[in-house]
């Protein structure tokens, strides 16, 4: 009996969280790679947003909103000595605005090492 009133509170729990969210706007909490994010920037682009998050090794990356939806990811770099890695949460910030308007632009959000380096250098 137990068994069935556990089902039943879960149906129950699920219902509730489907009526809430279609009644609601998008919920904007992300989880990538077990990080809670937090911090969502909109920007000058209407629609788009993004959050930095910093990993463990103590560099960053980033996520890109549009409409509330999450459509790009960019994992921190392993490894903080790597010259490309984004060491600063400014650098993730710019990293992440450069991605926005390539995707503006209808291209791929991804970075070249060339982009990435004037980001780094601040050129």
Known sequence: MKTKSKMVL????????????????????AKTNGLSLSGLHETMI???AYRTYQAPNKT?????????KSIFHQPATANAEDSMALTQQQFAQRAA??????????MPPALSNDEIKKIITNN
């Open 10 to 29: 879960m149906c129950l729990v699920c219902l509730c969280l489907a009526a809430i969210s279609k009644s609601q706007a998008p919920v904007t909490v």
């Open 97 to 106: 605005g450069m991605s926005i308007e390539k995707l503006h632009n209808h």
């Open 60 to 68: 960053y990356g980033y996520d890109i909103f549009k409409n509330g």
């Open 46 to 48: 209407p629609g788009y």
